[in-house]
């Protein structure tokens, strides 16, 4: 294994079962990060992106398939030590900043949770220190950590999740659509945040988003997710300029673009499953440029790759 | 333009009493709708938006009232409207709104065809046979396929985007002249979002109504709008037609919105954000609202607040950097990139199709 690669995501399956249905939320995933990039994942609602990120987190359990963080086993059972190395290896950036803040603690209790719970301090002005430099870190004064979530406007709520994850000093940070709750000209703010301390402190990115204007912007590169499956994997700049994947292509062309004249002559790309002829030719990942991975026959990967040519 | 306007809000203040404490939440806001037009009214939250949209039906919160300023609609004031019978004739009828989400606008415990049939016996006065018809209709022409089928089941059968559908037949059931849409795409996925917006245009262009369109997302607004009104701390900003408010904006808040696009960001550079945050509306605005985050900002904006200056006729904007006496100030270099870089992106064609089959309008989930 490559070590530059900081987590590996080899045939992730996961199974939701309710009575006798089953519902294959995630099918063969796979996937690596490597260290110091973002990695997009994007999908519309009910895509499994999110099952994917708490499948790695741990919190959902995998059918199938085994998730590597440098190289080590982290699917499944762990000792307790090695569980917890895990929990503070790898730290999360929710959505809502509004739901993921204990509203009765004050800041400095928040961004030190983590502290407390792995005893990562050997004295209290060890510990104010830490939670300190965390804080200046995502822009907020150290004085706010005497107040309470409710003081703070939705942008600084977010920094405040962002400061408590990093307290942590995690290798992987995997952020659930951490952006989307925000407004446009905060967004903008959280977004540069997360890109300075990517580059400061040589962080690692898993982020799960639908808002692809974003996606395009912060990541080095990004998956496309479509009903459980990886169907599409490359470079951003080159998933944007040369889609091969019908459904990239469609949910490329629905993004509204800020531009009257272009929205007013866009025509819609509207994908239909049933194009594929998957019972004669099963599909399979291929490589089709390098680097640039999609999901089909290889009949069909031809296809797309001529009429890329010819866009 | 005012033989074509079909509403009128003109200094329209609104405040709320929150625990003994004042919001104002709008600020002398004005805007005119002209008729089978598509306006956007954007901004971020706070900025009023959604509070401007409720004073067309009455539906202010009991704690919020409108203090000044009137809203002129068929030569009625709405601002003066005190009784639920006033609006009875108006609201639902006349103007109709869809809201942003179709999980909660829906009574879970009704057939979807009976909550259109309702609206259409209750508004146009229909027996229940012919409303029943034209609930049928209705469902028909928001794109429903079998809607005899549709208009036995209950919300709950429904996905996202097709429950959207059923709110808007509901709200179009009586053929308002109005039709308001508070982010009604905002909880939806890109492609079902782009076949509700094909949807809300064609409704638009058939039925020659007028539609108030409240969003955040820019792209939207450049997708379904005519004209733009800006919005900030209550106030509208600058409003003019969607090509110059995208092309020629003048004021710096507008400036900086656009700005802020990451689609303009370029690569490993810092993306331009707006300092800051916007001002709390529980105190006193002096000056120019967005003069605290505006870098360019004046000596003026501080202390007295800018009126309405016309760019063109159909164009103006609130901001001192129109008055004769102000120094020239151009936009930021950034906004010179959004057009090159869009137009660049279309070229390379990732935006456009090739082969693949083009829109129907909706239909299938």
């Known amino acids: 294994m490559n070590d530059d690669v900081i987590l590996s995501v080899r045939g992730l399956s996961v199974d939701f079962r309710r009575g006798r249905r089953n519902f294959r939320a995630v099918d063969r995933v796979s996937f690596d990060i490597r260290r110091g990039e973002t990695l997009s994942l994007v999908g519309e609602s009910g895509s499994g992106k999110t099952t994917i990120g708490r499948a790695i987190l741990r919190i959902t359990a995998l059918s199938e398939g085994e998730i590597f963080l440098a190289g080590e086993r982290v699917d499944g059972r762990l000792d307790a030590a090695r569980e917890r190395a895990f929990r503070q290896r790898v730290q999360m950036i929710f959505q809502d900043p509004m739901a993921s803040l204990n509203e009765r603690a004050k800041i400095d209790y928040i961004v030190s949770e983590g502290l407390y719970n792995f005893g990562l301090f050997h004295s209290e002005a060890e510990r104010k220190a830490k939670v300190e430099t965390a804080l200046r870190d995502v822009g907020l004064s150290p004085e706010v950590a005497s107040r309470f979530p409710h003081e703070f406007s939705g942008g600084q709520r977010q920094r405040i999740g962002i400061a408590r994850a990093l307290v942590m000093n995690p290798e992987l940070l995997v952020a659930d659509e951490p952006i989307s709750a925000l407004d446009v000209s ?5 977004i540069n945040l997360m890109n300075k301390l990517k580059r400061e402190r040589h962080l690692t990115y898993l982020f799960i988003a639908h808002d692809l204007s974003v996606v395009r912007f912060i990541s080095d590169r990004i998956a496309v997710i479509y009903r459980g499956r990886l169907v599409e994997l490359a470079e951003a700049e080159a998933l944007f300029a040369r889609p091969l994947h019908p459904y990239t292509r469609a949910l490329l062309s629905a993004v509204p673009e800020p531009d009257p004249e272009i929205e007013r002559s866009k025509r819609l790309v509207v994908y239909d499953p049933s194009a594929h002829d998957y ?5 399979a990942w291929r490589e089709a440029e390098p680097g640039h991975f999609v999901l089909g026959s290889e009949e069909e990967v031809k296809r797309w790759q001529a009429e890329a040519q010819n866009r | 333009m005012s033989e074509t306007t079909i509403l009128t809000a003109e200094g329209l203040e609104v405040s709320f009493t929150l625990r003994g404490r004042r919001l104002a939440a709008l600020r002398g806001a004005s805007l005119e709708l002209c008729r089978g037009e598509t306006l956007a009214v954007v901004g971020e939250s706070g900025s009023g938006k959604s509070v401007f949209a409720k004073t067309f039906l009455g539906m202010l919160d009991k704690n919020g009232r409108i203090e000044r300023g009137s809203i002129r609609f068929d030569g009625m004031d709405l601002a003066q409207f005190r ?6 004739s108006v609201r639902g009828k006349r103007i109709a709104m869809v809201f942003q989400d179709p999980m909660t606008a829906l009574n879970p415990l009704k057939t979807v065809g009976e909550q259109i049939r309702e609206t259409a016996a209750l508004h146009r006065g229909l027996d229940r046979k012919t409303s029943r018809t034209a609930a049928l209709e209705t469902l028909e022409r928001v794109g429903i396929h079998d809607p ?25 059931a009586c053929g308002p002249e109005i039709l308001i849409c508070d982010e009604p795409t905002t909880a939806l996925d890109v492609t079902v979002q782009a076949q509700i917006l094909d949807l809300i245009k064609s409704l638009q262009r058939d039925l020659g109504m007028s539609v108030l369109f409240i969003t ?3 792209g939207v607004v450049a997708n379904i709008a005519q004209r733009v009104a800006v919005m900030y701390a209550g106030q509208v900003v600058e409003a003019g037609t969607v090509d110059e408010i995208f092309r020629d904006p003048r004021a710096p808040y507008t400036w900086a919105l656009l700005a802020s696009l990451p689609q303009l960001g370029i690569k490993g550079e810092e993306l331009y954000a707006i300092k800051g945050t916007p001002p709390s509306l529980f105190k006193e605005i002096k000056g120019d609202a967005f003069a605290p985050r505006n870098p360019l900002a004046l000596e003026v904006d501080f202390v007295a607040e800018p009126p309405e200056f016309d760019v063109s006729p159909t164009h103006w904007a609130k901001t001192w950097l129109l008055d004769p006496r102000a120094p020239r100030i151009e936009p930021p ?15 390379r064609g990732s935006a456009v199709a090739g082969g693949a089959k083009n829109a129907a309008q909706g239909g299938s989930r």
């Open chain 2, 333 to 347: 270099e950034t906004l010179k990139r959004l057009r090159e870089r869009l137009a660049a992106d279309r070229r």
């Open chain 2, 83 to 88: 009784s639920e019978r006033d609006w009875l």
């Open chain 1, 186 to 190: 905060i967004r903008a703010q959280v």
């Open chain 2, 148 to 172: 005899e089928l549709r208009y036995r089941q209950y919300p709950h059968e429904f996905s996202g985007g097709m429950r959207q559908r059923v709110v808007i037949a509901a709200a179009i």
């Open chain 2, 216 to 218: 955040h997302d820019l």
């Open chain 1, 279 to 283: 019972a004669r030719m099963p599909p």
